[in-house]
T-cell receptor
Framework: DQQVKQNSPSLSVQEGRISILNCDYTNSMFDYFLWYKKYPAEGPTFLISISSIKDKNEDGRFTVFLNKSAKHLSLHIVPSQPGDSAVYFCAASERGGSQGNLIFGKGTKLSVKP | DTGVSQDPRHKITKRGQNVTFRCDPISEHNRLYWYRQTLGQGPEFLTYFQNEAQLEKSRLLSDRFSAERPKGSFSTLEIQRTEQGDSAMYLC?????????????FGPGTRLTVL
């Protein structure tokens, strides 16, 4: 049973527009959420995170929104750039990550077209 | 660059052989994690260490897998009697568990192919 779901395997966006990547989770014990970006043949790179006490966190072009009642989070990238083309993974953990393991979704492949 | 490093980056082996991977975490990080990623999936947790203590093991970590972190610095992951199903990217991550929340930083991974 998948606890973290990214239902869109791929997303294509025009350069300069907004990219919105979505993630749903089922475990109500998750209290810390992270987004990672992954290029081919590289490890995931940490992008941004949010704790369950917040509903929004912003870092430059990246904003993560958390809707706890809907068990849904999203990553907004504005404006999108061709270098943002990668696979984006949503991850979640319990107790702020003190449990050790992160639970990942299957990823969404973002293509930003010039 | 003082990020997480992994060695080797690629390993091709024959079924039944033993393989060992190494991970060097970010130097001040006290936690070290191993994950496995197969095609079309996100990383799946295998095990993690706090300093030299192995605190958690996933049910994915069969008896053929063993991990060590002898001095609380680098770690090794050994797979004995490899099977074709072990073919995957093996990822190492590290974090500094000080505050309430801790991000994990990943290395480039070791891609294992079992023939």
């Amino acid at each position: 049973d998948q606890q973290v779901k990214q239902n869109s395997p791929s997303l294509s966006v025009q350069e300069g527009r907004i990219s919105i990547l979505n993630c749903d989770y089922t475990n109500s014990m998750f209290d810390y959420f992270l987004w990672y970006k992954k290029y081919p043949a590289e490890g995931p790179t940490f992008l941004i995170s949010i704790s369950s006490i917040k509903d929004k966190n912003e870092d430059g072009r990246f904003t993560v929104f958390l809707n706890k009642s809907a068990k849904h989070l999203s990553l907004h990238i504005v404006p999108s750039q061709p270098g943002d083309s990668a696979v984006y993974f949503c991850a979640a953990s319990e107790r702020g990550g003190s449990q050790g393991n992160l639970i990942f979704g299957k990823g969404t492949k973002l293509s930003v077209k010039p | 660059d003082t990020g997480v490093s992994q060695d080797p980056r690629h390993k091709i082996t024959k079924r039944g052989q033993n393989v060992t991977f190494r991970c060097d975490p970010i130097s001040e990080h006290n936690r070290l994690y191993w994950y496995r990623q197969t095609l079309g999936q996100g990383p799946e947790f295998l095990t993690y260490f706090q300093n030299e203590a192995q605190l958690e093991k996933s049910r994915l970590l069969s008896d053929r897998f063993s991990a060590e972190r002898p001095k609380g610095s680098f770690s090794t992951l050994e797979i004995q009697r490899t099977e074709q199903g072990d073919s995957a990217m093996y990822l190492c991550a590290s974090s500094l568990a000080l505050g309430q929340y801790n991000e994990q930083f990943f290395g480039p991974g070791t891609r294992l192919t079992v023939l």
